[in-house]
């Protein structure tokens, strides 16, 4: 059996996400009480139902949210393949979101918190549901279409005796990504911005591989990169993980993080067998090796 468990934020798209699930053919059920959830599998199990999606979320009673890490390790010993999706935002953006579509947040029925201060306590609220999350997906720039794509490749597709991994390039101009687990800086190397003919580039155009690789400290960089992953990745994978994002940041999120996570991506997937990269500020995604490319998805 296949459980997914979506949780995160107000407006981060939790409704986006078990409607994408649901029409992927899995049982969905939003706003699920967490102490009704052991019942609903066992239920479930004996019936023809494998494929499960449940929400639950700051909607629940607060000691039904305490008690959700005790519920979840006890799924976890079984023979269920669970996995927790946590989607998250930024705080501004979801309001602007709650102002454009005038809906009333959840924990602001009955209560006299604001806008702004239903947001953080619900983010507080959540803390031990996202601190287990086996995937983080942060909602922030993505269209509708790219997060259901997102729920179809990897939370549909996903394989418990796998682990889902992903290279991601990024712009520290913009922050680091929330889902980032490890994150490489490579603000140090030679800039092609500074090269006016370069400027409109990507580090996967030839031009800006052409004069990255020029300098020998890229290489260097890629290596010990390189390196360290391939040493770390059998740990990070015996300790039962179910995904792990790899970001490499240099300034902008186009030249030097691109030429790397590239190449990074390329390499690990000749003996990694599910890969992912994703050049967030370009707005491109893809999966590597045999599989099928699915860029922008």
Known sequence: MQLVIISGRSGSGKSIALQALEDLGFYAIDNLPAMLLGALVEELENGHS????????ARNLPEALKRFPGLLADLKRSAIDCQVVYL?????????????????????????????EAIDSEEQAL??????????????????????????DQVAGHSAAEM????????????????ADIVFD???????????????????DASIIAFLESYSVVDEM?????????KWLPEYQASQRSY????????????????????LGHALAESHPRV??????????????????????
């Open 276 to 297: 992912r990269l994703r050049h967030r500020e370009l707005g491109q995604q893809r999966r590597l090796g045999a599989a099928v490319e699915t860029p922008g998805a």
């Open 244 to 263: 792990l994002t790899v970001a490499i940041g240099c300034t902008g999120g186009q030249h030097r993080s691109v030429y790397l996570a590239e190449r």
């Open 164 to 179: 889902t991994l992903t290279v991601e390039s990024f712009g520290f101009k913009r922050g680091v990504p929330p889902d």
């Open 186 to 204: 490579a603000r140090c190397l030679p800039n092609p911005y500074w090269d006016p003919t370069l400027r409109d580039s990507t580090g996967s």
């Open 127 to 152: 803390t031990g549901i996202r601190d287990l999350a086996d995937l983080l997906i942060d909602t922030t720039r993505l269209s509708v279409h790219e997060l259901r794509g997102r729920i179809a």
């Open 50 to 57: 494998r494929r499960i999606a449940v929400s639950i979320d």
């Open 88 to 116: 998250t935002s930024d705080a501004r953006v979801l309001l602007e979101r709650y102002s454009h579509t005038r809906r009333r947040h959840p924990l602001t029925r009955n209560t006299q918190l604001t806008l702004a």
């Open 222 to 230: 890629y290596t010990d990169i390189l390196a360290w992953v391939e």
